[in-house]
């Protein structure tokens, strides 16, 4: 009778020490919570190391940052053309994006048509500006079969990456003394910018193994700049995210044969100065998710250009919609931002007046009315462009201090569980749970690999492994027998989706 009366009045400090470890637990997974948030902010604030090295600075930057991205060949008339790019240089922008069609300048094998882009590239030169110069698209004659009628796709790439190395070796030495920047393709992370097949980095990769050294032996100056990778959080046949797009470059040799990574940092909804940078989010800082691929890879003295961003102002359904004023602070902002970037060459616009209808919604980025009047946007870039700041990245504490902070409340949860469940064995819970009946912890365990089974939430998953660390101390030896029943179905693991990672 003594020894049973003892065990009861231990049921209220068992059940006390029970009910500490489940709120210690609680405590546990907040604080986990937040030292993963102190992490993800910690590693998104990486980008900004290291700086590149001054002589790439000399080399690989252009003269001003800010650019914009236009569509001269929608201008027949030279006197347009000439006065868009004056007004251009007017507001203070050092640069220009221009697409140079492959179909159009090479319709059919060695026949070139260089009339248009030698006047494009006079008045450009003229007007004192840079240009980059975008080679993109493929004629019918270079395309492969799938890619040509009824399924035609311009944006294909060729065939034969010899074809289109020829091109740009032509392209190349005709205009190596008014052209220093070269992309090689645009958007080749998504459909329909790679042709009607699967998106593959290694592809790529291979066209600018051929392409680039081309180009370079016909302009010793020449600055490449890796395709402009398309924002977006997918990881598809179709799409794939930019980060994992340069992971794979980087992995299939591609480094030697760029000079610089073109992003295209759309804010879409969220403003500039907006610090977050992750895979499933969509915004300006995003392009630190390159910059970090870039230092992991070694790679990291190399800049980084943002050759077209922009918030749009009109309704569609691609970029988000913001108003006029919340366009015209995102500017200040992320031109601030920018200049505090020492990895990052240019910031270029995403159109000054796109080649499009009147109603399409390029025109939410255009400085100009369709009938050419300019609007507020082109005062905000003037006055931006000829009066830089800079704008320090927005933070709530310092990132080492937070982590440290929840570190040490992590490591005093730890210590209070250990105390508690000191306590739990102390009062005699392993003798209770030994003594029921054999029916009673059967159930208990079919009740705990059901939820388990079924649980995908993290709280609740380490709550079942705290609860069969529990049982298992007081049956040890059912452990060793579980494991060793269990190897067999080692393949069925768990995926824990945590802040910024996967644990299976």
């Not at 003594?2 to 009861?8: L, P, Y």
């Not at 034969?160 to 005709?174: Q, T, V």
């Not at 190596?176 to 009607?196: C, K, L, M, T």
């Not at 946007?377 to 310092?398: C, G, H, I, K, Y």
Request: hydrophobic fraction near 50%; proline fraction near 8%; aromatic fraction near 12%.
């Amino acid at each position: 009778m003594a020894t049973t009366f003892s065990v009861s009045s231990n049921s209220p400090r068992i059940a006390l020490a029970l009910v500490r470890l489940l709120f210690l637990y609680a405590a546990l997974c907040y604080v986990l919570l937040e030292i993963g948030f102190a992490s993800r902010d910690l590693i998104e604030a990486t980008p900004f190391l290291p700086q590149p090295s001054a002589t790439f600075a000399k080399n690989g930057y252009p003269a001003q940052m800010a650019g914009m991205n236009v569509a001269l060949e929608q201008y027949t008339n030279g006197g347009q053309r000439r006065a868009a790019l004056e007004k251009l240089a007017a507001a203070g922008f050092g640069w220009v994006r221009q697409r140079a069609d492959w179909r159009l300048l090479q319709p059919s094998p060695g026949r070139y048509a260089w009339a248009q882009m030698d006047d494009i590239l006079a008045d450009v030169t003229a007007a004192g500006l840079e240009v980059v110069i975008v080679l993109d698209g493929s004629p019918v004659w270079a395309r492969a079969p799938l890619d040509r009628a009824p399924t035609d796709n311009p944006f294909a790439p060729p065939a034969h990456n010899a074809d289109f190395a020829r091109f740009a070796s032509a392209f190349a030495l005709r205009y190596g003394e008014s052209v220093r920047f070269y992309q090689i393709w645009d958007e080749p992370n998504i459909a329909p910018h790679w042709g009607n097949r699967l998106i593959e980095p290694v592809a790529y990769g291979r066209m600018l193994a051929e392409v680039v050294p081309a180009i370079r032996a016909a302009d010793a100056d020449a600055v490449i700049l890796l395709a402009a990778l398309a924002p977006t959080a997918d990881r598809g046949h179709t799409a794939i995210d930019e980060g994992w797009y340069l992971r794979r470059l980087y992995a299939a040799g591609a480094a030697p044969y760029f000079d610089a990574v073109a992003a295209q940092p759309f804010g879409f909804g969220l403003a500039a100065d907006d610090p977050r940078s992750r895979v499933e989010l969509l915004n300006f800082q995003r392009i630190g998710l390159l910059r970090r691929v870039m230092v992991a890879a070694g790679d990291g003295d190399k800049p980084l250009w943002a050759v077209r961003y922009g918030w749009n102002r009109l309704p569609n359904g691609v970029w988000q919609t913001v108003t006029p004023d919340a366009q015209a602070r995102y500017v200040a902002q992320a031109n601030a931002l920018a200049r505090g970037w020492p990895w990052l060459a240019g910031l270029g616009w995403a159109s000054d007046r796109p080649a499009a209808p009147t109603g399409d919604p390029l025109w939410g980025f255009a400085l100009y009315t369709p009938d050419g009047a300019p609007l507020p946007l082109w005062d905000t870039f003037a006055l931006v462009n000829r009066s830089p700041t800079e704008l320090a990245a927005r933070r709530s504490l310092p990132l080492w201090g937070r982590l440290f902070l929840w570190a040490l409340a992590l490591l005093g949860i730890v210590w209070r569980g250990w105390q508690a469940a000191k306590a739990a064995r102390a009062e005699g819970w392993p003798a209770r749970f030994t003594r029921l009946p054999l029916w009673t912890k059967s159930a208990a365990w079919v009740l705990l690999a059901l939820v388990y089974y079924f649980a995908t939430w993290p709280p609740l998953i380490g709550l079942c492994w705290l609860i069969a660390a529990l049982f298992l101390t007081a049956e040890p030896l059912l452990g060793l027998v579980a494991v060793g029943l269990l190897l067999p179905f080692h393949y069925q693991h768990k995926e824990l989706q945590l802040v910024g990672a996967l644990l299976a």
